[in-house]
């Protein structure tokens, strides 16, 4: 599976939206982006996937650039609960045994 | 729908001693599990696929005879430490895929077990 690189850290204020970047330059044509974040303390969870267009979910939007080496992931009104780290992750739709390789993240941070 | 739970949620043992962590998939059929293990301040790294009724796949590097995985149901996956020592001290988390998943199998994660050795 391709790699992805994600900026380290990202700041945001409550309430406003929040841009967070992936880059996967290499990506191939059957490879997935998916997004998890995981809480302090806790297990991931799934935010959203997709493959070529643009998608939208009750988390978060994802937005595909059209050559499909980069996206991003928009929560559209932060809130404290949203801090933090995502992961941008590819998965080869080939990958049927589902596994995951996960990169270091964006560890974002939210401001009251 | 789709929970994933793991026992215990955090063990202290001496070192020597082995330590099992459970699971389990409360509300779906899992075909497939995956351990991973965390360390502070890092990313989770991917130990060992396991499914139901067959032999976990390990990743390089992991010690298959250390880190003993079953997958006896389709709801339970166990992950026994033997002779734990200091360095194996970690954010032990499962995750699990629905059998019915079709292609995209959203994995569903555990709250993870906290492992400190002594």
Redesign the interface.
């Given at each position: 599976d391709a790699k992805t690189t994600q900026p380290n850290s990202m700041e945001s204020n409550e309430e406003e939206p929040v841009h967070l970047p992936c880059n996967h330059s290499t990506i191939s044509g059957t490879d997935y982006i998916h997004w998890y974040r995981q809480l302090p303390s806790q297990g991931p969870e799934y935010v959203i996937h997709g493959l070529t267009s643009n998608v939208n979910n009750r988390m978060a939007s994802l937005a595909i650039a059209e050559d499909r080496k980069s996206s991003t992931l928009i929560l559209h009104r932060a809130t404290l609960r949203d801090a933090a780290v995502y992961y941008c992750i590819l998965r080869d739709v080939r990958n049927q045994g589902g596994k995951l390789i996960f990169g270091q993240g964006t560890e974002l941070s939210v401001k009251p | 729908g789709a929970v994933?739970s793991q026992h215990p949620s955090r063990v202290i043992c001496k070192s020597g001693t082995s330590v099992k962590i459970e699971c389990r998939s409360l509300d779906f059929q899992a075909t497939?599990m995956?351990w991973?293990r965390q360390f502070p301040k890092q990313?989770?790294?991917?130990m060992a696929?396991s499914n139901e009724g067959s032999k976990a796949?390990y990743e390089q590097g992991v010690e298959k005879d250390k880190f003993l995985i079953n997958h006896a149901s389709l709801t339970l996956s166990t992950l026994t430490v033997t002779s734990a020592h200091p360095e194996d001290s970690s954010?032990y988390?499962?995750?699990a895929?629905k059998t019915s998943g079709g292609?995209?199998?959203?994995?569903?994660?555990?709250?993870?077990t906290r492992l400190t050795v002594l």
């Open positions: - | 994933v497939t995956f991973y990313s989770l790294m991917l696929t796949t954010f988390i499962c995750s895929t292609y995209y199998n959203e994995q569903f994660f555990g709250p993870g």
